[in-house]
Structure formats: structure tokens, C-alpha cells
């Protein structure tokens, strides 16, 4: 059983040299293994700083509270100490590492998670297995990681490296933005696949309900003002649905 916790956390981002403003205003939650927890809320609120911040984005500062990965606090850990523990983040908007094949910087980052490198001949039908599941054409191996990739294609790739990573928690930061019904359906199966497989947590940050129809929920959580101002049940997204942001974004102001 993996616990992950985040106590009172407060965290600045650094605008420039002499300038940093306080977005995390003292967040609390706490995702056991097997859990998918829907953050939820409006522009502003700050759920895209909560996950960069607890990844270790150094535009971030956290100035308060603690981040626990089964007791071990994670906001000490270097940022590839952190996906070795076994945290994983799904970026918003992922980059382009042009000149980096997708094969040797998947086969690089498993080495680095697992500790050791896998046998090539392992590694290469495992991963077109899971290009497969992703549906990638097998010629995507050889391409810049990202590279001319649609936004689809980027998103699905961020749900490639979370199949084959393994993590114990997975922060899904707006995975579904931008995707059509199709890419849509391929990423909900690959975070259902890979929840199942390892008993994962999931934080899944996003403003609409569409992609909790294919990604259930066990609880959902409204982010306003830099913390989680209300937290209930898969019905609390439906009344979010319904009604929008409205009240909370009042609260939060």
C-alpha cells in the first residue's frame, strides 16, 4: 500500500529575480494506492502549480508544509530522486527534445526508474507493445522525442512513459486538454491500464468531466484560492457540471 500525502502546503512562483507571488495557500490531500482523485476548479486556482511544485519545477518555491511518499518526504529529493521513488508527472504542455530518438530516451528513463538498463531485445518488444496500446505507428520510435508530434500525439506519449515507467503515483496535469473523442478514449485506457497493472494513485488535474466518464473518479476535489476549498464523491463533478465555478471562484477571491 503506497500513501502519498501532502501536508499544508504553501509555494510561491518566482515571477523574476525580485518579484514572487504566493499561489498554494496551504493544500492538504492524501491518495492511497489504488485512488483516483479528480482536481478540479477554475483558471488561476492553482492546480497546475501544485503539480509542478510537488515534481520540483524550479520556477516553483514551496515556503511551507511537506510532501510524503509512504513518510519519505519527496520536497528533499532531487528531481529524478523523485520519479525513482516513484513519482510521475504528465506535463500540461510537453516539450520537444529534438535529436533525442523516443526509443533511447524511454529505454534511458527506464533505466533510470528500474536501476538498471533492461536487455534490448526486452526493452524493444516491450515498447512496441505499449506503442501499440498508445496507437502509435512503430516508426514513432526513431522520431525526436515530440518532434512535429500533433497535441494528441504528445499526450499520448505522456501516457507511453507512464505505462512503461511503473510509478506509484501518477499527477496528470490536464491530460486530456486538447484531445479529440478518439485520443481521448486511447489516453483514458492507458491511465486505466496502468492503474490497474500497479495499483497506482492518480491525480487527475482537469476543468471538465469528460474524461472522468472514462476514468472514474473515487473522489473529487475543487481547487480555489491555492487550496481545496470542497471535497466529495464522483457526484460532486456532475454539480460542477452543472453549475460551474462560480461560487467558489467568490470564495477564493
Do not use: C, W
Not at 492546480?47 to 509542478?52: I, N, R
Not at 523516443?102 to 527506464?110: E, G, I, K, W, Y
Not at 456532475?238 to 453549475?243: D, R
Request: net charge negative; glycine share 10%; charged share 25%.
Amino acid at each position: 500500500m503506497t500513501t502519498f500525502e501532502i501536508r499544508g502546503l504553501r509555494a510561491d512562483v518566482i515571477i523574476s529575480e525580485d518579484e514572487r507571488k504566493e499561489i498554494l495557500k496551504g493544500v492538504d490531500l492524501t491518495i492511497n494506492s489504488g485512488e483516483t482523485h479528480a482536481i478540479m476548479g477554475p483558471n488561476g486556482s492553482g492546480k497546475s502549480t501544485l503539480a509542478y511544485a510537488v515534481a520540483g519545477h524550479p520556477r516553483y518555491e514551496i515556503t511551507e508544509g511537506e510532501v510524503l511518499l509512504d513518510g519519505e518526504n519527496v520536497l528533499e529529493m532531487e528531481v529524478d530522486e523523485r520519479a525513482r521513488a516513484g513519482l510521475f508527472l504528465a506535463m500540461q504542455y510537453p516539450i520537444e527534445v529534438p535529436g533525442v530518438s523516443m526509443s533511447n530516451f524511454l529505454r534511458s528513463a527506464v533505466t533510470a526508474v528500474r536501476g538498471e538498463a533492461p536487455k534490448l531485445r526486452a526493452f524493444s518488444k516491450e515498447l512496441q507493445e505499449a506503442m501499440k496500446a498508445m496507437a502509435f505507428d512503430s516508426s514513432f520510435a526513431a522520431r525526436g522525442v515530440n518532434e512535429g508530434f500533433s497535441g494528441g500525439e504528445k499526450k499520448r506519449h505522456e501516457i507511453l512513459q507512464l505505462e512503461l515507467l511503473k510509478p506509484k503515483v501518477a499527477i496528470l496535469d490536464e491530460t486530456d486538454s486538447g484531445l479529440d473523442v478518439d485520443a481521448l478514449k486511447i489516453v483514458s485506457e492507458g491511465i486505466n491500464r496502468a492503474k490497474e497493472a500497479n495499483g497506482m494513485g492518480v491525480m487527475l488535474i482537469t476543468h471538465y468531466t469528460r474524461i472522468l466518464n472514462y476514468v472514474k473518479p473515487d473522489f473529487v476535489h475543487v481547487f480555489a484560492g491555492g487550496r481545496v476549498a470542497e471535497s466529495g464523491g464522483p457526484e460532486l463533478a456532475e454539480t460542477l457540471e452543472a453549475e460551474g465555478y462560480e461560487r467558489f471562484v467568490k470564495v477564493g477571491a
